[in-house]
């Protein structure tokens, strides 16, 4: 049974994951009648429970008529599970029993009672102690309360199913709930029998995937910049070279139903340290460090500037939000094709930095200069 976390029709992981995977598929053209028969299949094929059932044509009656497009048979469905009242029976029946779930004795007084004395000598596997004590003192307390003579056999059924997730979800608020739950789906009723056709323009953010590959090695010419945040900071006749390797790219499906459909992509980056006139070579870069990471700020007489560590490269978390337009207008030259492998523990020690591909070479060659003047900076202090 879907665990509800409140009266509304999306105050469930079942409501909240199919609005989210309604607007998604909507957005890359597939049509109302199209995303039942998908949401069918993945929903309800290997699904049996009755509860469940009703609560899936519910949301999906509440999503097609917040967007405008209510089907035949969504209609249908919704109406048939409203007029049955077998939702509306399931939430009194979940408030009549919470009288009882509440005598339940969570954190019982030998459980108390047995934290201090585990405290005062605490064995080299105090907490796997800790937690296999309150296992099973847990266990004999909720077979005790199971047992009580004056439970009635819908607790008892209840608690086979599923005890915790419902006790924590309804607190004490369950027939507070149950009153407000009657005037959702009066409400839903009533939206449905006077539904008029008006499909809503349905919009989702994805990031832009450049269909990069790890180990990728490019080179940009820094010109036409001046519009970017970072212009002010640039020669308006700055023309140089720089070149970064794609470090690592993780792509994650929008859609759990098809993974297919498109990704959300995240790529992030090593810059080299050259910026020249010249287009550099792959050779070139082989023998050339990467842009390092800055550790701290310090101050001298001029004022503030960075110190940088000597032996780790800043990635960079190259985001194209909102930035896919201007992403597209760049033009790259690929040095290398990807062939690099990195190991988990290198991705996952990795510190990033996020840049906007719409500023991506304006922040990088700023980022260079401050680099190449606190080198400068560190030279002067050493003589």
Known sequence: IMAQHGPDLFSNDLGYYMREEYKKLSYF?????????????????????????????????????????????????????IDSGEDIQQWKQYSDIENHLFSYPAISQELIETIPKLLSEPSEHFENDLVDMFKKIEKAKLEEFQNQDNLPDE????????????????????????????????????????????????????????????????????????????????????????????????RKPISTILPELAYNTTVYIKVFLYLDDKKPTLEQLVNIDYMPRMISNFFVSNGP????????PQIYDLSFYNSVRAFNKLKFIQLRVGNMEYSEDEINTSETRLVFAKDFQGTLIYEMKKYLKSLEINREMKQ
């Not at 290997?46 to 097609?64: E, V, Y």
């Not at 960075?306 to 032996?311: A, K, L």
């Open 29 to 81: 053209g597939f049509d109302p009648e199209q995303i039942i028969r998908i949401f069918k299949t993945h929903f309800l094929r290997n699904n049996n429970d009755r509860n469940d059932h009703n609560l899936f044509w519910l949301i999906l009656a509440r999503i097609q008529v917040n967007y405008g497009v209510l089907c035949e048979e969504v209609k249908n469905e919704a109406l048939k599970v």
């Open 155 to 250: 607790v008892h059924r209840y608690l086979k199913q599923s005890y915790m997730s419902k006790i924590m979800v309804f607190g004490l608020d369950g027939k507070k709930y149950y009153m407000k739950r009657i005037q959702v789906l009066d409400k839903l009723k009533k939206d449905i029998e006077n539904f008029s056709y008006d499909p809503k323009k349905l919009s989702i953010k994805i990031d832009f995937d450049p269909k990069w590959k790890i180990g990728d090695i490019y080179t940009i010419r820094l010109d036409d910049i001046q519009q970017s945040h970072f212009g002010k900071y640039l020669d308006p006749n700055d023309t140089k070279y720089i070149a970064f390797e794609v470090f690592n790219i993780i």
């Open 305 to 312: 500037h960075e110190r940088y560590s000597n032996h780790n």
